[in-house]
């Protein structure tokens, strides 16, 4: 529905200013034009008035003046010869005519309101003084002096006063007229500033009228677009701003409606693609979580279940280590549309990160699940061939039920890491999540909180596992291990806090406490004449840290050690999942003139052109080789072929995790230089391998199982 536009609002606001404006300035104009009238008018009239009243008192002051002058020219004839008498009447006709001509003037100066019998009165008292000067003067003329005298002293005199008497209230009504005519003014000024008053406060309250319409008009519109302003600022583009004018305003409105639905729609698209990730193309973790609530907000209304499949690549790090970043986006690519396969349409899917993949996909019954999973591996677990290199590549699945283990997408893919975390530990293929595991983790995270009192508190023991050489039976050295005597909890083995260490980053701080108590043995059995190694396993974390043989010379140093007698070892798996390549460590740590081993070798599926450039001395074969060689030709000779490849790159080979006599003998006869495990000896503390070394029947009883399973 389209609001009407009012006449008000469909005017512009600079009309509407500039009419006001205009407005305002009419009255202004007026005020200033009656203003002007006025004092023109009072100017005028006071000009006028001040001109009549000062003719009127010349006219007047003249007439009197000629009067007493014509007067006084009497008294010159007075005794005088007749024919000096003539310029004296001169001088009276003169006085006479200034007399007459005052008169005349008298007419036009005074003002009208003077009275008529006034004037008339001056007349007839002019011609009775002039009756009786003339009479004064034919007794002059008559030479009648004496009567002359006594008309000029009485009846000229008295004419004279009552003419002058006249004349004085011509002045008086005169000057009482003037004060009628500026009375007159005054009121008409009164009158005419009451207009002014009036047209003042009419400009007065119409500007202010006008101001308030003006300014409600622009005000009440700016406050509702300084509002949604503020609301666009927060993120609110579902702006309600009606276009009900087509003056700036409007204009602004339907400005701001624009700009809000285009950040709306601007941001809609960034805020998809910074949760898309860019190598891929699938959703990331926060849209991953949008999608995955809204999927299960339509399966709450039916009878369906889901699961969420968390998959990781294994051995990611491995493949850009040996093959190079470009094979493992290519890999992760790979996957990528491996899923789109599967589950575009289905399903909400998406990438963590790294070569972490998770998909939430919905199932009629928890058993499909299964099925599910193995079709997923079959599909992306392949031998990935990169520039003539080739590994085979696995995953690792985790995977959580809803509702049963969570009820929203987050919690599902908390617990689905966990699972998928488990399988890695476990090197199972497909783990379902069990509440139990969550109880065991938050067991292990209470003991890596209690790790760093146990590093402080001397509660870590080192352990010694002897390694002796097949041939002559002699112990060359020995392996160190770590365990942890806790004060609530016994004696916990290194798979109850190591892994989870590791995965702390605290296992640096173990590492350390091991290179520093083996130095401290390395250094008593010097001073004693012992001629032994020990071996200090060091983690990924360990050989990714290029200040490790910093800190082992300082250590070597503190106790003067030679650093031959220490070696470290790292896994094959640690070596392939280490980011950052770890050769620059370990030539770092060669220099030293450490010696250094591969442990587990054969369970990372390392290529030999990558084994031949790390600078190690000793290739430890894994006991999953070892473990009843002697019943499975195959297995025997992949140890035979393992062997022959570290002899064939000058390095030591020694056998693992020997627990029989039988395993001594495949050992032996597959050409192991250096054996270790049960069967040689447990791991002891110092005191006890320091008993057991030095017990003469260990070696004797070496020897002879030694000689029975070689010529077995």
């Known amino acids: 529905m389209t609001t009407p536009i009012d006449a008000r609002r469909g005017l512009r606001i600079r009309v509407r200013l500039s009419l006001a404006f205009a407005a305002l300035l009419a009255l202004v104009v ?53 024919t000096r008498r003539i310029p004296a009447y001169a001088d009276i006709d003169a006085a006479h005519r200034r007399l007459d001509t005052a008169l005349q003037r008298l007419d036009q100066t005074l003002p009208v309101a003077a009275s008529a019998e006034v004037k008339q009165l001056l007349m007839e008292r002019l011609r009775d003084f002039r009756r009786q000067y ?84 622009i005000a009440r519109p700016l406050r509702r677009l300084t509002a949604a302003a503020d609301r666009i600022a927060q ?76 998959i990781d690549v294994d051995r990611l790090k ?29 399903a909400a899917y998406g990438r963590l990160g790294g070569g972490t993949f998770v998909a939430l996909v919905p199932l009629l019954r928890y058993d499909q699940i299964g099925a599910m999973a193995a079709h997923l591996r079959d599909e992306v677990e392949h031998k990935l061939s990169w520039q003539g290199q080739g590994l085979d590549l696995s995953v690792s699945l985790g995977i959580a039920h809803w509702p049963v283990h969570a009820d929203s997408t987050e919690g599902l893919l ?59 039976g002699r112990v060359v050295g020995v392996e160190a291990l770590v365990r942890w005597q806790h004060p609530e909890r016994g004696w916990l083995p290194p798979s109850e806090f190591v892994p ?20 401290q043995t390395l250094a008593r059995w010097q001073a004693e004449g012992v001629d032994l190694y020990i071996a200090v396993n060091v983690t990924t974390l360990d050989i990714q840290d290029l200040g490790l043989p910093e800190r082992v010379r300082a250590v070597l140093a503190e106790y003067r050690v030679d650093p031959r007698k220490l070696q470290l070892e790292v896994t094959e798996t640690g070596l392939m999942a ?23 070798f054969g369970t990372g599926q390392s290529s030999l052109g990558y084994l031949q450039r790390l600078p190690v001395d000793e290739l430890k074969v894994d006991r999953s080789f070892v473990e009843n060689a002697h019943l499975d030709p195959k297995r025997r000779a992949l140890l035979s072929a393992i062997v022959g490849i570290g002899h064939s790159l000058g390095l030591t080979v020694t056998g693992e995790g020997v627990e029989t006599v039988e395993e001594l003998g495949v050992v032996g006869d597959c050409g192991c230089d250096l054996v270790q495990g049960f069967h040689v000896a447990r791991p002891l503390d110092l005191d006890d391998f320091e008993a057991w ?3 003469p029947d260990n070696d004797e009883l070496f020897r002879a199982e030694w000689q029975r399973s070689a010529f077995a």
């Open 30 to 82: 007026l005020l200033a034009a009656l203003a002007m009238r006025a004092q023109d008018s009072l100017d005028g009239a006071l000009e006028r008035l001040l001109g009549q009243q000062s003719a009127a008192r010349d006219t007047i002051h003249q007439i009197t003046t000629s009067a007493e002058d014509a007067t006084r020219k009497l008294l010159t004839l007075m005794h005088r010869e007749r």
């Open 134 to 217: 003339d009479l004064t003067v034919d007794r002059i003329e008559a030479d009648d002096f004496e009567a002359a005298r006594q008309s000029l002293s009485g009846p000229v005199e008295e004419a004279l006063s009552s003419f002058l008497v006249a004349v004085q209230t011509l002045s008086a009504q005169t000057d009482q007229a003037a004060a009628l005519e500026v009375e007159r003014l005054r009121n008409e000024t009164a009158s005419t500033r009451r207009w002014i008053y009036i047209v003042c406060a009419v400009a007065f309250v119409l500007g202010g009228v006008l101001a308030v319409a003006v300014t409600r008009s």
């Open 235 to 310: 993120g609110d583009y579902q702006l309600d701003l009606p276009v009900d004018r087509v003056d700036e305003l409007g204009e602004v409105a339907q400005a701001m409606g624009t700009v809000a639905q285009a950040v709306a729609e601007r941001e809609t698209a960034l805020r998809r693609m910074g949760n898309t990730d860019l190598l891929t193309g699938l959703a990331q973790r926060a849209r991953f979580i949008a999608e995955g609530d809204s999927l299960l907000a339509r399966l709450a209304q039916s009878d369906e279940v889901a699961a969420l499949l968390c």
């Open 318 to 346: 491995a493949v850009n280590a040996v093959l190079g970043f470009e094979a493992g986006d290519a890999l992760l690519r790979g996957a990528a549309g491996k899923l789109n396969v599967m589950f575009e349409g289905i």
């Open 414 to 472: 908390r617990r689905a890491e966990q699972a998928m975390f488990e399988a890695k530990r476990a090197r199972q293929h497909v783990v379902v999540y069990n509440p139990g595991l969550e109880a065991s983790r938050e067991l292990h995270l209470s003991l890596l909180s209690d790790l760093q009192a146990a590093i402080q508190g001397d509660q870590l023991r080192q352990y010694l596992q002897p390694k002796r050489h097949l041939r002559s």
């Open 500 to 519: 989870f260490a590791e995965s702390s980053g605290r296992i640096r701080l173990i590492t350390q406490w091991m290179l520093t108590r083996a130095a």
């Open 578 to 600: 280490s980011g950052n390549d770890p050769i620059t460590v370990m030539h770092g740590l060669r220099r030293l003139g450490v010696r250094l081993a591969i442990d587990d």
């Open 693 to 695: 070394r030095l017990d």
